[in-house]
């Protein structure tokens, strides 16, 4: 490879782990290492809020289970200056804990013990996720008189507001507008949004499908807009065809 096809390569992803064990921190940082990341280390809270304002990693690894300031807490703090993916790790596998850790503003969990090959394909399919998306036709789609998507800011704007989406809560919108009309598997739907590795994890594609609902639906309880097949997967009214939108 040429000097000028190396400057012009696109730089490693750096990840930020945040763990108080040192082993843990050894044990991700020689997988990531060997899978071609750069890494930084911080070992509570603080250092961790520290790391992602003076570096911008690109996704940060961060633990639950810290004294005196926990992950909850940190990923909050974080999340008041970045919207930095982020994948929590926990010893405990309780599903109140993971919808805890989403609902704050995390991208992914890793319950503890893990392998090294489900670390670094969570790590990637995060990744995957966070890409920019490719341009639309058109950068504001109107749905109806409510209803339109800002396919550039990531926005949906309703009755004029403007409400920005997180990556994967829009990649999932526009996965279902893309297929208005036809109902979308579960299974296609997890694994163009999150990635193959997360055809069976049909609580994420619940909880976010919650989220579009908060974010878009009149009444969440009663959808107009995203209708669930049940047995099936989930349908995005079909607008185009003039499709009114009915009461789940």
Partial sequence: MSPSSENNAAPRPLILIVDDEPRIIRFVRINLEMEGFRVLEAHNGLEAVEQVQMNLPDLVILDVMMPEMDGFETLRMIREITNV???????????????????????????????????????????RRVQPLAPPDTSVLVIDDRLSVDFNTGEVIISGERTKLRPTEFRLLRHLIENAGWTV?????LSKVWGYEYKDALSYLRLYI?????????????PQYIFTERGLGYRFVDFRHGEPGRKD
């Fill in 85 to 127: 993916p982020v994948i929590m790790l926990t010893v405990r596998n309780a599903e109140e804990d993971r919808v805890k850790g989403l609902d704050s503003g995390a991208d992914d969990y890793i319950t503890k013990p893990f392998s090294p090959r489900e670390l670094v394909s969570r790590v990637r399919a995060v990744l």
């Fill in 210 to 222: 919650n989220y579009l609902r908060e974010h878009i639906e009149p009444d969440p309880a009663h």
């Fill in 185 to 189: 598997p579960y299974g296609t739907l």
